[in-house]
């Protein structure tokens, strides 16, 4: 999988020198490309401006990120562009499972967004992680990496991802490790029992219970 990120602070992304992602960008699973808006800046010129019409702040201009799209479609001429906005499409963990991405280009707003008209021009897919506002697109853009990277084959036990939280629209079950008991407060027997098939029983049925209380509203879609 290749993937392009277009922003105004490309240091933020050093997160992906850890952990997982680390690990499947060393064995060549995900190749990350990130690109600085700045390199794309004319000289004298400014990368944000304000907005027609007036109104606090000032947006992304087209012409950096117009010429920085256009470099990143050469690379990657099949990418699926992805812009990180509050107006997209809430992510939730199918969105991964029913793509097939293999090439994507990320544009990280900021300040208080970007041109409509690079939107209009470029971007396939609007995503949002939430509704709240961030200071960027940035850190969105970090969840969708990650989560990319979660489903490519042999980066995670598969077996393990299945089992994650939201997977299967359930919660996760709870776990827990030694000691077996703190505080008086000692580990179910069942999960001491070494029976498998019942274990795995009192884990979906701990799932249900847990997202019934807490998010009921994931059962719904399962109905």
Request: proline residues 5%; aromatic residues 8%.
């Amino acid at each position: 999988m290749k993937i392009e990120v277009i922003c105004a602070l490309p240091e933020i992304f050093n997160a992906l020198n850890y952990g997982i992602n680390k690990k499947a960008i060393d064995s060549n699973k995900v190749e990350i490309t990130i690109t600085s808006l700045w390199d794309f800046v004319e000289e004298n010129k400014r990368l944000d401006d304000a907005p027609f019409g007036g109104g606090p702040g000032v947006i992304v201009r087209y012409a950096p990120l117009s010429k920085s799209i256009e470099s990143a479609k050469k690379r990657l001429p099949n990418a699926k562009v992805i812009y990180m906005s509050p107006q997209g499409q809430t992510l939730k963990q199918d969105f991964y499972e029913k793509t097939s991405f293999t090439e994507l280009i990320i544009i990280c707003g900021r300040y208080e967004g970007i041109d409509e008209r690079i939107i209009d021009e470029y971007v396939d897919i609007e995503l949002s992680v939430g509704d709240y506002i961030l200071s960027g697109g940035e850190f969105g853009a970090l969840i969708v990496i990650d989560n990319f990277i979660r489903q490519i084959p042999n980066v995670l036990n598969n077996k393990l991802s299945l089992e994650d939280s939201f997977s299967n629209n359930l919660l996760k079950y709870p776990q827990y490790t030694k000691p077996r008991s703190i505080n008086g407060v000692k580990v179910p027997d069942i999960l001491l029992s070494g029976n498998h098939k019942k274990i795995n029983l009192w884990r979906l049925e701990q799932s249900v219970k847990i997202t019934r209380e807490k998010r009921p509203d994931l059962l719904d879609k399962k109905s």
